[in-house]
């Protein structure tokens, strides 16, 4: 089994930063993606970006692209989500996912893919 905590959301204004944190633990070896996702109240969820665990690929969401920065370590433990410019639409509860993916490049994004989720961090963009 493996467990998802996420960390480091808030409430910022238009244009600031945020960095969330997401912490695997259990049985770190099920996966080889993680990917961060995000559901505004009354929306469906929807991908942000996915960074596959043993290589240097990415993958973004274009509403995030040039904003966003994913990040993780090799050992499987941690993920990051710089997120910078903030925007009002950016407002939403973000999970943390992990799953085991091969194939298309579009499997990142796609939430069926991910086995694993934590329990989500607010973050609120306001002024």
């Known amino acids: 089994q493996v467990q998802l905590v996420e960390s480091g959301g808030g409430s910022v204004q238009p244009g600031e930063s945020l960095r969330l944190t997401c912490v695997a633990s259990?049985?770190?070896?099920?996966?080889?993606?993680m990917g961060w996702f995000r559901q505004a109240s009354g929306r469906e969820r929807e991908a942000v970006a996915g960074?596959?665990?043993?290589?240097?690929?990415?993958v973004y969401a274009d509403s995030v692209k040039g904003r966003f920065t994913i990040s993780r370590i090799k050992d499987n433990t941690t993920a990051w989500l710089q997120m910078n410019s903030l925007k009002y639409e950016d407002t939403a509860v973000y999970y943390c996912?992990?799953?085991?993916?091969?194939?298309?490049?579009?499997?990142?994004?796609?939430?069926?893919?991910?086995?694993?989720w934590g329990q989500g961090t607010q973050v609120t963009v306001s002024s």
């Open positions: 259990g049985n770190t070896r099920a996966f080889n993606y």
């Open positions: 996912a992990a799953g085991m993916i091969w194939g298309p490049l579009e499997r990142v994004l796609a939430s069926d893919w991910y086995a694993y």
């Open positions: 960074a596959y665990l043993d290589g240097p690929m990415t």
